[in-house]
């Protein structure tokens, strides 16, 4: 940021400007400003490229990420993924609102406007527990369960 005064200037009128860290936006604006800082370090799937896959569902698109649905006794499937050495499972959230990973294919591939997926935890915001919810958003380790730190996946609707 460069901001430049005019010291000749007699009455500057005030301006005032408020922001935050662009992990804790938890909108479709955020997706778009994390896309741009964080290029390397995430992987972003806008609504054109899910239109350009046709994926049928949303795990076809994190597949491509290296996300898999992993079933366990046949009663319920959550997203997993291979990370030093063993599988891990990976918290979802949609709209910045943390869903039981098993629950996340059930929204129509239609209506999704971008994902976000990150193989490691964001250290600026995306561990921050929404507990009273009894799970958490763009989650990186949850004290609960043990999970490892395995990234996150965040979901954006229309």
Same mark, same amino acid.
């Given at each position: 940021?460069?901001?430049?005064? @005019? ?18 936006? /938890? @909108? ?5 400003? /994390?896309?741009? +800082? ?10 054109? !490229?899910? @239109?350009r896959?046709r994926?049928? /569902? ?12 992993? #079933?366990?006794?046949?009663?319920? #499937? ?9 599988? #891990? ?8 609102m943390?869903?039981?990973?098993? !629950?996340? !294919?059930?929204?129509?591939? @239609? ?23 009894? +799970? ?12 490892? /730190? #395995? ?8």
């Amino acid at each position: 940021l460069a901001i430049v005064l @005019d010291v000749t200037a007699n009455d500057l009128s005030p301006i005032v400007v408020e922001t935050g860290l662009i992990d804790l936006w /938890r @909108d479709l604006a955020g997706f778009y400003e /994390r896309r741009t +800082q964080y290029k390397g370090y995430g992987r972003f799937f806008t609504r054109e !490229d899910i @239109d350009r896959q046709r994926p049928a /569902r949303i795990s076809t698109v994190l597949k491509v990420a290296g996300i898999s649905q992993w #079933c366990m006794r046949s009663y319920t #499937c959550v997203p997993m993924r291979f990370i030093r050495g063993r599988m #891990c499972a990976v918290p979802i959230s949609v709209n910045g609102m943390p869903v039981w990973e098993r !629950d996340f !294919d059930r929204i129509p591939i @239609d209506i999704v406007a971008a994902i976000e997926v990150y193989r490691e935890p964001n250290q600026q915001g995306f561990a921050m527990p929404v507990q009273q919810l009894g +799970q958490y958003s763009f989650e990186a380790r949850d004290p609960v369960y043990g999970r490892d /730190r #395995c990234g996150s996946v965040g979901i954006w609707t229309r």
